[in-house]
């Protein structure tokens, strides 16, 4: 199985004379080692441990979290980049001709080999899974490690994205038919931001189907009328800003201007950040360290990060590293984690 490469994340300094029945440090005493998730993410990036093997459908994915780690970690001269590009643009799907652009399918990317069907004799695709997700994560593997975008067949991603789009202005993530919701309008309003091309989406369309997702409390819910959550808070509020419908830092500007409830979804958002000083991303739902970035990263688009408690948010982060090479945290989770623990 073909496999990716990248630097792992980073973990606590621990005393390795301790023995274990000693009681572990206190969190304040925690410091993040740098080297050893580093070397977490390297370990990942050349294999897929066992416990991941049942993801290999979304290997692409595992790659994105390995290399954005490493890369926020200052670490992605571990990596062979010529190498990671060539691996990410061998799931690239083309249509075998022209017409088949007129037949409703998306041309992005697989998400892994096993979701990625041979070409016939003619070099049709039998089948085309590519997937709105796994073409995010595909472009940003290739910006992260510095590849030109030019050299790929960009207009072809953007035309045949429309075609995933529905009347309400949400996003089928992949052609054959799958659920709609925040996650996969940030996908596409992400790709068509990399590609610097919005041809292949309706922003209006798309922008009144957030709207309809912002709940009372101010936050937004995966689709309109559900809870509000951390995860989709951040997709609608991303999505606005990268479609340009609202500004960087928008509070140090007429809130009352915006065309989102500012102060509402302000509100809600300090109020995720509970006592252990971790972040939640439901209304009474313990921390996870996940949503220090869904919902902090909110607040910096908001320019509203400097509200939260960093010092508590810092020594939560901390208290979840492992003892050993960090492999009790999903990647995805040691990719927050870092990503948070840097920008406090």
């Not at 994205?161 to 709609?180: K, M, V, Y």
Request: hydrophobic share 40%; charged share 15%.
């Amino acid at each position: 199985m073909t496999t990716y490469t990248a630097p792992p994340p980073p973990t606590p300094n621990w005393d390795p004379s301790s023995s274990s029945d000693e009681e572990s440090p206190p969190s304040s005493s925690l410091t993040f080692d740098k080297e050893r998730h580093v070397a977490f993410l390297e370990m990942m990036y050349h294999m897929i441990p066992y416990h991941y093997q049942s993801q290999e459908i979304n290997h692409i994915t595992l790659a994105y979290f390995v290399i954005s780690g490493l890369d926020i970690l200052g670490s992605l001269d571990r990596v062979d980049k010529d190498a990671v590009a060539a691996w990410v643009l061998s799931f690239q799907s083309n249509p075998g001709d022209k017409a088949e652009l007129n037949s409703g399918q998306f041309y992005g990317f697989c998400g892994s080999r096993s979701s990625q069907f041979s070409s016939d004799n003619d070099g049709i695709l039998i089948h085309n899974h590519s997937h709105l997700a796994s073409t995010y994560c595909a472009l940003s593997i290739l910006k992260t490690v510095g590849h030109n975008l030019s050299s790929i067949d960009s207009k072809l991603i953007s035309m045949s994205i429309r075609n995933l789009q529905q009347p309400d202005g949400s996003f089928l993530p992949i052609h054959i038919g799958a659920e709609t919701d925040l996650r996969f309008i940030y996908c596409a309003a992400a790709i068509c931001f990399m590609l610097e091309d919005w041809s292949g989406m309706d922003r209006e369309k798309t922008k009144e189907y957030i709207f309809k997702c912002q709940s009372y409390d101010g936050g937004f819910g995966m689709i309109p009328g559900s809870e509000s959550h951390g995860g989709g808070t951040y997709c609608a509020v991303a999505s606005l800003s990268l479609m340009g419908f609202i500004e960087d830092d928008v509070l140090s500007k007429s809130a009352a201007s915006s065309i989102i409830d500012i102060p509402l979804l302000l509100e809600w958002c300090l109020q995720r950040q509970a006592a252990d000083g971790g972040f939640q991303g439901r209304a009474n739902k313990p921390s996870d360290t996940c949503y220090a970035f869904w919902v902090g990263a909110v607040l910096r688009i908001l320019g509203g990060s400097k509200l939260i408690d960093g010092t508590a948010l810092r020594r939560f982060l901390l208290t979840c590293q492992s003892e050993v090479l960090v492999l009790v945290l999903p990647i995805v989770q040691i990719a927050c984690i870092s990503c948070m623990i840097l920008l406090i």
